[in-house]
């Protein structure tokens, strides 16, 4: 079944009650049972509900796992992953990642004796340096948020088994349209769903896809026993956005495309950040594990000047400034102030990620009007 189609097909089902063709939204809390212990597979909605188990078989089929496991949010499903380790377990982290993950890994689990080293990935062989008796995971973002930077995941998955650590791939930035992390070697992909899964900013959502049954079963203890988990209305709309989630990724890979190269040749843009560049670090390891670049791109304007990006970000019309990113508009962002407000300034600045940095999350609109949007913009500067 090819990726199209299993979008629109994988895991769902016509209800057998009634023959619709979309899922229904089963808004229970409970299911009757005939007697104690005499149930159809559903006893309560936090453990397990059909709207939610349709999106679940849906997701793994996207990215060829067998079990889909929903959170209520992404760092929900973060949350789940680093709960499979014990007080002093290592985990191994790339040094450029998304601001909620640092907080949660810092400010939640450092506290309960877990250690992170945060460290470039560029080079997969620079991991084995950090490996010791205590590593237990290694956790990637490819393309990393925001400098977009590429990780080599079938490398890195081969030290993982070396060391018989789990190996864990944030795949938010990409989705499954572009790159499958577990057919590359890894043990755990994550998504905020929020993002190009839902796709229409309309709602709040994780999920982990795994292959192994052990840690699917201790992915499923954590997700019911904790119970961050998500409502049927939240599955139904993501089961929604995902039918069409392949016409939406060609959209914003097209769109990413050109506005990375309008921003590359404007005279006011110093540095442009998207793996497509021929000259993007590891850009022949996006080409060979990716189907395509995406609609992801940071820029920093010439002079490096906060006072410079927050006009061009109070002047744009249709990159609309706001957290978050992946939906069918354009979003724009800053994310020294925003998204990585709680990494602190200066491991900011080791990767790249200065205060003058913008983020852009290219929408699906007229691309004609996204450029003319930040030419206008720019003339502010």
């Known amino acids: 079944m090819k990726f199209g189609t299993k979008a629109i097909h994988a895991g769902i089902q016509p209800d057998p009650s009634t023959g619709a063709i979309m899922t229904p939204i089963f808004q229970t809390s409970t299911y009757v049972q005939k007697s104690p212990g005499d149930h159809l597979g559903y006893e309560y909605s936090r453990t397990h509900n059909p709207t939610r ?199 914003h890979c097209q769109n990413g495309k050109e506005i990375a190269h309008f921003l590359k040749a404007h005279p006011k843009v110093d540095k442009v950040y998207w793996p497509g560049f021929e000259d993007h670090p590891n850009h022949d390891i996006a080409k060979k594990q990716m189907r395509d670049f995406g609609g992801m791109i940071s820029f920093v304007i010439k002079g490096n000047k906060v006072e410079d990006a927050k006009r061009v970000l109070e002047n744009l019309h249709y990159f609309s400034l706001a957290e978050s990113l992946g939906g069918v508009e354009s979003l724009s962002g800053h994310p020294a102030s925003m998204t990585h407000a709680s990494i602190p300034k200066e491991e900011r600045e080791k990767v790249g990620l200065v205060d003058s940095l913008i983020r852009l999350s290219v929408g699906i609109e007229d691309v004609e009007d996204l450029k003319a949007d930040l030419e206008a913009a720019l003339e502010k500067v």
């Open 53 to 251: 188990t349709a999106l679940q078989n849906n997701l793994a089929a996207l990215e060829n796992g067998k079990y889909g496991l929903c959170f209520s949010s992404g760092l929900g499903a973060i949350d789940a992953i680093i709960k499979l380790l014990n007080p002093g377990d290592e985990v191994i982290s790339t040094n450029d990642l998304y601001g909620g993950s640092y907080r949660i890994f810092t400010k939640v689990f450092e506290r309960y004796g877990i250690k992170f080293h945060f460290i470039s990935m560029e080079d997969p062989k620079t991991i084995e340096k950090y490996v010791n008796q205590s590593t237990k995971l290694i956790w990637a973002e490819t393309p990393t948020n925001p400098m977009m930077n590429i990780i080599d995941i079938e490398e890195i998955g081969k030290v993982a088994k070396k060391h018989h650590l789990l190996f864990a791939v944030d795949n938010t930035f990409a989705t499954p349209f572009l790159q499958n992390p577990l057919d590359l070697g890894a043990d755990i992909v994550m998504h905020s769903v929020t993002k190009y899964l839902g796709g229409h900013s309309d709602v709040v959502m994780g999920a982990l896809i795994v292959n192994d049954d052990q840690l699917a079963e201790k992915l499923a203890f954590i997700q019911n026993a904790c119970g961050a988990t998500p409502g049927p209305q939240d599955c139904f709309l993501v089961l929604r956005g995902i039918k069409t989630l392949h016409i939406r990724m060609e959209r």
